[in-house]
């Protein structure tokens, strides 16, 4: 049993910065794919960025602001968010799968086996 543990969330004014840390217990992923979606009131749950071996994947709304990277040693995934915007307000949660998910399919959220219970990013001024 994989749980993962995310933190880091809060409240922040546009054009400041957060780094959500999430950490997994049970098991190692360090060979799996690691994912950030996010799920903003009213709307389905989105993908935001992903990370599997040498490869790190975004959406086109957070290329350029947001870096996600990875600790092995750890068992942690980061997600560094810089120059925030209001429309990044969104629950956001930590995907985990122990095995290698294809490039077309890393941003299904379907494709991920463990979930953390999600952590409330508000971004207002």
């Known amino acids: 049993q994989v749980q993962l543990v995310e933190s880091g969330g809060g409240l922040v004014q546009p054009g400041g910065s957060l780094r959500l840390s999430c950490t997994a217990s049970?098991?190692?992923?360090?060979?799996?794919?690691m994912g950030w979606f996010r799920q903003a009131p009213g709307k389905e749950r989105e993908f935001v960025a992903g990370h599997r071996t040498g490869e790190t994947y975004y959406s086109d709304s957070v290329r350029g602001r947001f870096t996600l990277s990875r600790d092995n040693s750890k068992n942690t995934v980061y997600l560094q968010m810089n120059n925030l915007k209001p429309e990044d307000t969104a629950v956001y949660y930590c995907?985990?799968?122990?095995?290698?998910?294809?490039?077309?399919?890393?941003?299904?959220?379907?494709?991920?086996?463990?979930w953390g219970q999600g952590t409330q990013v508000t971004v207002s001024s």
């Open positions: 049970g098991r190692t992923l360090s060979r799996g794919t």
């Open positions: 995907a985990g799968s122990g095995s290698h998910i294809i490039t077309s399919q890393i941003g299904n959220s379907r494709m991920y086996n463990y």
